[in-house]
């Protein structure tokens, strides 16, 4: 019978480096994303540590940030539930941009090319991502890295956006391709609220 030699293989704690500070920093803040609110949308702008926060910024439950450091963030930006942020590649969301619940914006890609070694232990490649102001990235939308979202940009409900988005033109699907282009609202139309 031969004989079982000892994998040795580092598993996930070793290779990625746990420590219980780790384990503590990610406790706090699954607990911090949870927290329901005003109060809630307080703490994560206080405590998760963004690189810059605008005034008026609200952040509802479940926005979940990693790398907060590298994440500006304008004035009056709102991001709904479930929102995912992965801003190792830097992110920069302009003032007055909206994301939906569940968007997801990933600024951090597995690099793939080599067959030699899993992903999951090859090196990762980083680009930034920019929403841009007054721009709206609806529910479940993603966003690759390297993606610039113009100025007053419009993503559908459930598109993967891989390139960038000009200003002003609503983008839908997978991958995202332009629909049309927003234009001024005439006055009395259905989308001009002023006097
Ligand atoms: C994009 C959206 C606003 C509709 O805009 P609209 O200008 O009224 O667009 P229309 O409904 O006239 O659709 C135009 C075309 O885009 C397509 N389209 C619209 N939304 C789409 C989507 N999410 N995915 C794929 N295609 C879409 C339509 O099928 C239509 O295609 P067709 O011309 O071949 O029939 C709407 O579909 C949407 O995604 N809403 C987001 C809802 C949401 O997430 N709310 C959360 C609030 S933060």
New binding site residues.
């Given amino acids: 019978m031969a004989a079982r030699t000892k994998d040795t293989t580092p598993n996930w704690r070793q290779r990625g480096g746990w420590t219980p500070g780790w384990e503590f920093r990610r406790w706090g803040k699954a607990f911090i994303s949870r927290v329901p609110g005003g109060i809630g949308s307080f703490l994560r702008r206080s405590l998760y540590g963004f690189a810059a926060c605008g005034k008026d910024c609200l952040l509802l439950e479940g926005v979940w940030v990693e790398y907060p450091e590298r994440l500006s963030l304008g004035e009056h930006v709102n991001i ?1 539930r479930d929102v995912i942020i992965n801003a190792a590649g830097t992110v920069q969301i302009d003032d007055w941009a ?1 994301l ?2 569940g968007v997801i914006i990933y600024s951090q890609d597995h690099v793939f090319d080599g067959i030699e070694v899993p992903i999951s232990m090859a090196a990762d490649k980083r680009a930034p991502i920019r929403i841009g102001r007054g721009a709206w990235v ?2 479940r939308a993603i966003i690759t890295a390297g993606v610039t979202i113009g100025d007053g940009a ?1 993503v ?4 993967v956006v891989t390139h960038d988005v000009a200003p002003n033109t ?1 983008v ?2 997978v991958p995202a391709r332009i ?1 049309r282009e927003r234009v001024p609202a005439e006055k009395g139309s259905a989308g001009d609220t002023r006097e």
């Fill in positions: 709904a909206l939906g619940p609806a529910s419009v559908a409900a459930g598109a609503l839908a699907g629909i």
